[in-house]
Each structure stands twice: as C-alpha cells, then as structure tokens.
C-alpha cells in the first residue's frame, strides 16, 4: 500500500507564488509516473501536470509556462512549482501515483490552493 501526503497549499493572491510537495511511502516511487491534479468547485478533476519514470513533463495548456513539476526519487517527493497564479487556479489539488503496467493507482487526500486578493 502507498500512501501520499500531500503539503504546501494555502491563500496567496493573484500574481503570487505557491509550491506544492507530496511525499509518497513505499519503494515504487522511482519507477511511478507522478502527476498532479486539481478539482475546482463545481468542476471535474483536470490533469495539471504529470512526470514520468524518466523526467519527462507534460503540462494542461492552462498553466503552461507557469507551473514546473518535477520529482526526486531520492526523497520519493514530487513537487509542483506554481508561479503568476491566477484565481481560476483556485482548487483542491491532489498528488496522484500510478503504474499502469502494474494497475497502480494512488490518490492523496488533497491540498487547498485560494488564489484571491
């Protein structure tokens, strides 16, 4: 069983800088593909941001240039960089672990991110 904890939301105003860290248990990190995800009110969780096994990034057109996400297997924490945040990023955001091949799939419990003046 894997766990994730997810950290690092909060209230910031618009234009302002946030980074989110989800720490995950067990030794299937280095091998996972990581990926970010947010649910806004009233609307369906969206990929933001995943990393695969190898680095590779891919980003929703909503944040691109905005957000970085990137992983160190050392500590098995990925993070997600969010910079120039606008309110419509307001949501929850959830750090998510899988491994298809394996039929692996992990949510955490989320974080709040408010983007408001």
């Known amino acids: 069983q894997v766990q994730l904890v997810e950290s690092g939301g909060g209230l910031v105003q618009p234009g302002g800088s946030l980074r989110l860290s989800c720490a995950a248990s067990?030794?299937?990190?280095?091998?996972?593909?990581m990926g970010w995800y947010r649910q806004g009110a009233g609307k369906e969780r969206e990929l933001v941001a995943g990393i695969g096994s190898g680095g590779s990034t891919n980003y929703a057109d909503s944040v691109q240039g905005r957000f970085t996400i990137s992983r160190d297997n050392a500590k098995s924490t990925v993070y997600l960089q969010m910079n120039s945040l606008k309110p419509e990023d307001t949501a929850v955001y959830y750090c998510?672990?899988?491994?298809?091949?394996?039929?692996?799939?992990?949510w955490g419990q989320g974080t709040q991110v408010t983007v408001s003046s």
């Open positions: 067990g030794s299937i990190f280095s091998i996972s593909t």
């Open positions: 998510n672990l899988r491994i298809i091949t394996r039929g692996l799939d992990y």
